[in-house]
């Protein structure tokens, strides 16, 4: 098992549709969870940040967390061709390391 | 906040040559900085995690003789690729960390071309 699994797509989905990112994550342990967006050929650029169960809302993002399902998501809500781009789940590592674990990433297509 | 400037943005060079990334996080000091290799459509590869003033510690299968990290101060690191061949050309990019379980902010990446 991965540690951390993402479908790999490609996601499509309509300009003005909700596009639901999903992650799983092996590491009970971990407390830390990301989202990033990369660009083809560019770096990630961070998106969400969340540590503690529930929703946390930024503009037209939601990152939802449930760890007891080891389960965290992100929400694009009127998603726009410009959001097109891979999107990496990370998520720290526990015990004491200061690094994080990525998700292959999904590829997310918004067509217009 | 939370710059990381990364140079140079590419390199090409010739097989046998030692190439020397730099990493700075331009307004916060980072405890950690981490290096990443990403080959084309693949996923990041983590190669090594460096502490200020400590050795880096590299994941498996990275050659530490191959790849030096130096982290001399808080705001900067740096990788450099000893006597790269072609197998080496892949994008590199390094993170940094303001602490523990916080959020890693990325360095543009610097794309390395080894002829």
């Known amino acids: 098992q991965k540690e951390v699994e993402q479908n790999s797509g490609p996601l499509s989905v309509p300009e003005g549709a909700i596009a639901s990112l999903n992650c799983t994550y092996s590491?009970?342990?971990?407390?830390?969870f990301f989202w990033y967006r990369q660009y083809s050929g560019k770096s990630p650029e961070l998106i969400m940040f969340?540590?503690?169960?529930g929703d946390k809302e930024d503009g037209r993002f939601t990152a939802q967390l449930n760890k007891a399902s080891q389960y965290v998501s992100l929400l694009i809500r009127d998603s726009q061709p410009s959001d097109s781009a891979t999107y990496l789940c990370?998520?720290?590592?526990?015990?004491?390391?200061?690094?994080?674990?990525f998700g292959a990433g999904t590829r997310l297509a918004v067509h217009p | 906040g939370a710059v990381v400037s990364q140079h140079p943005s590419w390199v090409i060079c010739k097989s046998g040559t030692s190439v020397k990334i730099e990493c700075r996080s331009l307004?916060?000091?980072?405890?950690?900085m981490f290096w990443y290799r990403q080959f084309p459509k693949q996923s990041l590869m983590l190669m090594a995690t460096?502490?200020?003033?400590?050795?880096?510690?590299?994941e498996q299968g990275v050659e530490k003789d191959k790849f030096l990290i130096n982290h001399a101060s808080l705001t900067l690191s740096t990788l450099t690729v000893t006597s790269a061949h072609p197998e080496d050309s892949s994008f590199y990019i390094c993170?940094?960390?303001?602490?523990?379980?916080?959020?890693?902010?990325f360095g543009d990446g610097t794309r390395l071309s080894i002829l």
């Open positions: 990370a998520v720290n590592k526990s015990g004491g390391y200061n690094k994080l674990i």
């Open positions: 307004d916060f000091q980072a405890t950690t």
């Open positions: 460096s502490n200020e003033g400590s050795k880096a510690t590299y």
């Open positions: 590491d009970r342990g971990s407390q830390s």
């Open positions: 993170s940094a960390s303001p602490g523990s379980g916080q959020p890693q902010h």
């Open positions: 969340i540590y503690s169960n």
